[in-house]
T-cell receptor, first 114, second 109 residues
Framework: ETGVTQSPTHLIKTRGQQVTLRCSSQ?????VSWYQQALGQGPQFIFQ???????GRGNFPPRFSGLQFPNYSSELNVNALELDDSALYLC?????????????FGPGTRLTVL | AQRVTQPEKLLSVFKGAPVELKCNYS??????LFWYVQYSRQRLQLLLR??SRESIKGFTADLNKGETSFHLKKPFAQEEDSAMYYC???????????FGAGTRLTVKP
């Protein structure tokens, strides 16, 4: 069984640029959730994708967007980067068995915006 | 509004002592409650969840709907329990997970 993987591990961008982060789900999982974790804070929910459709969204502006592919891997895109976007971005996959299905987290991508 | 509050950023106990990590929540409805743990240099992982009522690594958590709390407890802490602990909740569709800010537990020898 392959775990959740994310790429790249680290990324440095400048204000105003765009970035794409990638996530491969754990084998057999059809749901991917994305989180932003600022230093010293818990993860904050960005959005979730289920079978290639956005299935829920947290309090993030539209410049945060995503995609899920037929193989259930996913991308997080952030446009017009701001300094406050500097954070660890986590993805988590699950099998959407129902209420309380377990999310399995990737190692994260550390984004620094200068 | 949905919110998870972990009032202690840091908690330090001696090996063998009881430990309790506090979690309070606000949610309009019946949420599912979780505890996640992150050991040093490892990824975030599920420790336990309310719905399964399991005891994992000696930890238990009881949901108190009256006090809207889901405190994590262990009667005898071990050094390997040192980690970052996050309390989290989600709604019935499990598409809106909310995490607390976390408590760093240190178990001293």
């Amino acid at each position: 069984e392959t775990g959740v993987t994310q790429s790249p591990t680290h990324l440095i961008k400048t204000r105003g640029q765009q970035v794409t982060l990638r996530c491969s789900s754990q084998s057999g999982h059809n749901t991917v959730s994305w989180y932003q974790q600022a230093l010293g804070q818990g993860p904050q929910f960005i959005f979730q994708y289920y079978r290639e459709e956005e299935n829920g969204r947290g309090n993030f502006p539209p410049r945060f967007s995503g995609l899920q592919f037929p193989n259930y891997s996913s991308e997080l895109n952030v446009n017009a980067l701001e300094l406050d976007d500097s954070a660890l971005y986590l993805c988590a996959s699950s099998s959407r068995e129902g209420w309380g299905d377990t999310q399995y987290f990737g190692p994260g991508t550390r984004l620094t915006v200068l | 509004a949905q919110r998870v509050t972990q009032p202690e950023k840091l908690l330090s106990v001696f090996k063998g002592a009881p430990v309790e990590l506090k979690c309070n929540y606000s949610y309009s409805g019946s949420p599912e409650l979780f505890w996640y743990v992150q050991y040093s240099r490892q990824r975030l992982q599920l420790l336990l969840r309310h719905i399964s009522r399991e005891s994992i690594k000696g930890f238990t958590a009881d949901l108190n709907k009256g006090e809207t709390s889901f405190h994590l407890k262990k009667p005898f802490a071990q050094e390997e329990d040192s980690a970052m602990y996050y309390c989290a909740l989600s709604g019935p569709n499990n598409n809106d997970m909310r995490f607390g800010a976390g408590t760093r537990l240190t178990v001293k020898p």
